[in-house]
Structures are given as structure tokens and as C-alpha cells.
């Protein structure tokens, strides 16, 4: 727990520090939509800010320098490797912090589009977002692993937020 809160403690107090601030923008700009006549400016206004919100302090992890450099091109061999060779706790964290990479990107972009209202659209956009980050991780030689995998499991986390949240875009 030690090196992990050394290594991601910054961004985690960032991220919590952040909240109110969040808070406060998401209020003023949908003050600002309200003046504009936008439609619907509270929920476009706070999905807008929950996307940003939710989603940069792991892009800040991502693009953080690491000290394992690779490719991994094969899809599910990564994935594989880390269930064998990583503690049970390692693969959790690995697996799970991919998964919300893009969760908050795919619980509030059909919120905040009706072009994206659909499960298949959040899968391009997230799909997309997270092939350039691996881009970027391996362009900028960041030292870390760059894998399809990643891509994989960032795409599912947003399609999985998605689907949680149906319930509310779906009724538009």
C-alpha cells in the first residue's frame, strides 16, 4: 500500500481536492446555459463537468512515467499474463482501475449528447479516447506497457457505465 500511495497519492488528493471545484463549475455553467436558452443546461452542464472530472485524474496516472516499457499487440495475453503471474490484489487494482478509466466518459456521454444515446457510440468514442492514450504512453515513451488489453477493458468499463446508467439517458 506503501508504493502505491507514493506513486498515485498526488493524483487521488488532486482528484478529492477537486470536488468542490467540480461542484462549482458544474453550478456556473449551467447558469451560463440557463442565460444562453440551451435546453438542458443542469444536465448537460453536469455531465460535461463529470466526464472531465471523472476521467482525468486516471488519464494523469496513464500518461504518468513508469519504468516497464512494452507492446502487447495479441488481445487477452496481457490480461492472461497479469491473472498468472500477479497477486490476486495486483489484478484487482490493474482490471479494476481500467474499467473506470472511461466510466465516467460512458456514464455521461449519452447524457450529454443524444448523438451518443446508444451503447455502440460509447464504445467508438471510448474505444477511440483509450487507443490514443496507449498512442501516447508509446509515442512520448512514457516507460509503460502499451496493450490492446488496456484499450479492452477501458472500452468495457464505459460500456458497463453505460448500461448502468440506461436507465436515465434511455428516456429521452
Known amino acids: 500500500m506503501g508504493r502505491a500511495w507514493e506513486a498515485w497519492g498526488d493524483v487521488v488528493v488532486a482528484a478529492v481536492l477537486a470536488v468542490p471545484l467540480a461542484t462549482l463549475a458544474a453550478f456556473l455553467l449551467a447558469r451560463s446555459r440557463t442565460r444562453s436558452g440551451h435546453s438542458s443546461p443542469r444536465r448537460t452542464a453536469l455531465a460535461d463537468v463529470v466526464i472531465v472530472a471523472g476521467t482525468a485524474p486516471w488519464i494523469w ?13 495479441v488481445p487477452l495475453v496481457d490480461l492472461l499474463d497479469q491473472l498468472v503471474l500477479l497477486s490476486p490484489g495486483a489484478v484487482f487494482v490493474q482490471v479494476g482501475g481500467n474499467l473506470l478509466v472511461f466510466a465516467a466518459l460512458g456514464a455521461m456521454l449519452p447524457v450529454r449528447s443524444p448523438r451518443f444515446a446508444s451503447i455502440g457510440a460509447v464504445a467508438g468514442v471510448a474505444a477511440g479516447a483509450s487507443l490514443l492514450v496507449e498512442l501516447l504512453q508509446y509515442g512520448l515513451r512514457l516507460d509503460r506497457v502499451s496493450s490492446v488489453d488496456d484499450v479492452l477493458l477501458n472500452t468495457a468499463g464505459a460500456v458497463l457505465a453505460a448500461v448502468v446508467t440506461r436507465r436515465w439517458w434511455a428516456r429521452r
Request: charged share 10%.
Open 61 to 73: 496516472m496513464i500518461l504518468t512515467p513508469g519504468t516497464e516499457p512494452g507492446v502487447h499487440l
